[in-house]
C-alpha cells in the first residue's frame, strides 16, 4: 500500500472501522482511541495489506482485538461498566444487553473474538470462521464454550440470588 | 437473500458491492435499512466532524514508532538524574526565550498553532491533496487547503468558540456561520471542531481570530474584541466584563 492507497484506505475504511468500534464498546472516545489504534496498525504493516474484501477482513480481526483489550483494560478498573447489544436472529435488537465484562470473563481470547463476530456483528460461522481464518469446527467449538459460560454464569447468579432470599 | 445479513455482509457491499443479493436484502428490508440509516449517520458523523483530526493523530503516532537513529543507545541509570536536572534549569531560559522573541503585531509570527507551553492551545490540521497533516511552524499553507481546529488544554469551563478573519476591516465570521448567532460549545477532549474552512485563491497571509469564552456570547462581541487584541499567542483578557481566551493565528500562504 503506497502513499495514496493508504490515504484512499484512510476515507473508504475508516467510518467504517469507526462505526464498527463504536457498536461495539458503545462510547464515541473510546471508538475513536480505538480507531486510531487500528489505523497506526495499517501504516505499521501497509506493505503487506492490499485494499478489498481480505484488507476489510484483516481490519474486522484488528478492531476486534483493539476493543477486546480496551474492555480488559476496563475490567481492571472495578468501576467500568460496558454493555452491548445482542443482536437477534433478525439482525437488530438493541433492547437485549449483556455485561460484557461478565459474558466473556475468563474465556481465552479467540473465544472472546468469536462471540463478538456471532452475537455483536451478526455473522453466520462460515464469515466468522473466514475473518478468524480457522474452521467453522473451531467457531462452533468456541460459540460452545460461550453457550458453557453464560449457562455458568446465569447458573451462579440464580444460587446468588436464592442465597440472598433466604438470608433473614 | 432471507437472513439479515451480518454488519461484515453490509460493510462487504457498501465498500466493495460484493453479492447483490445482500444490496437487494437490504433495500427491502425495514429492519436493515433502519440499521443500515444509523450506521451511515454514524458514519457521516465522524467523517465531517472527527476524521480529519484523527487522521492526523494517526500520522502522528505512527511517526513516534519511527526507530530512532540512536536505537541501542541505552542511558545509563546515573544519567536520569543529570538529564532531569538539566531540564528543569532549561525550562525557564527556553520560556524567557519564546516570550521575548514575541511579536504583538499580527501577522507577524507564523504560527501551526497558538499557546505556549503548557497553556490552552488550538492545533490546525490540514487536508491538502487528500493528505491529512498537522501543521506546524516550518509549514505554509495553500490556497483550497483545507483547515480544521483542534483545541486542546482548555480549561474545564471555557466551552465556547468562534473563529473569524480580518479582510481590510471586515469580519467574517467563519465558526458559527452568522455574526448572529452564538459561539459554539466546544467539542470533546481532543477532538475536531464539526466543520472546517478551505482557504482561497487571494494572496497574501491568512489572518484568524480565535476566542474562546465562559458563556455564549455573539460574534458581534468577538469581532470587537480581535479589535483590541493584537497577540499572536492565547492569552487571558476580560473584555467588556467577560473573561475570554483569545489570539490571532497567522498563516503564511503561499
Known sequence: MDEDSLTAAYERY???????????????????????????????HRSELR?????????????????LNIIRGRRQDAHASLQFSLPSKSGADP???????????????????????????????????DVLQVTDRTVRNCLARFVSRCRDDLANQASENNMIKVKP | MKQCPSALARDNWFLHEIDPSVGEHLASCPTCKAMT???????????????MALIARVEQSSRKKVPSPFKGWRLLWFAV????????????????????????????VASGYVGAKGSPQLDVVIRRNGKVFSL????????????????RGLPEAYRFFSLGTLS?????????????ETLLPLPERNE??????????????????????????????????????????LRFVNFDKEEAIAGWIVLVKK
Open chain 1, 95 to 129: 433492547t437485549s444487553a449483556r455485561d460484557v465484562l461478565d459474558l466473556l470473563r475468563g474465556l481465552d481470547e479467540r473465544t472472546q473474538s468469536v462471540a463478538i463476530y456471532v452475537h455483536v456483528d451478526g455473522m453466520t460461522h462460515k464469515e466468522a470462521a
Open chain 1, 14 to 44: 475508516m467510518p467504517a472501522v469507526y462505526a464498527r468500534c463504536q457498536r461495539i464498546l458503545r462510547d464515541r472516545s473510546s471508538a475513536l482511541d480505538a480507531t486510531q489504534e487500528v489505523f497506526v496498525r495499517v501504516v505499521r
Open chain 2, 168 to 180: 481590510a476591516g471586515v469580519y467574517v465570521s467563519l465558526y458559527p456561520g452568522g455574526l448572529e
Open chain 2, 81 to 108: 538524574p543529570v538529564l532531569t536536572g538539566a531540564l528543569v534549569l532549561a525550562a525557564p531560559i527556553e520560556w524567557k526565550t519564546s516570550r521575548s522573541s514575541q511579536v504583538d503585531v499580527p501577522g507577524k
Open chain 2, 136 to 151: 506546524n511552524d516550518s509549514n505554509s499553507v495553500f490556497a483550497q487547503d483545507q483547515l480544521a481546529f483542534v483545541p
Open chain 2, 37 to 51: 440509516a444509523e450506521q451511515k449517520q454514524v458514519q457521516a458523523d465522524f467523517r465531517s466532524s472527527q476524521m
Open chain 2, 192 to 233: 475536531a471542531l464539526p466543520g472546517s474552512i478551505t482557504l482561497d485563491d487571494s494572496p497574501g497571509e491568512e489572518r484568524l481570530f480565535v476566542t474562546f469564552t465562559k458563556r455564549p456570547l455573539s460574534a458581534g462581541w468577538v469581532a470587537k474584541l480581535s479589535r483590541i487584541t493584537t497577540t499572536a499567542e
Open chain 1, 51 to 67: 485494499a478489498g474484501p481480505e484488507f476489510l477482513h484483516w481490519l474486522y480481526r484488528v478492531a476486534t482485538n483493539v476493543c
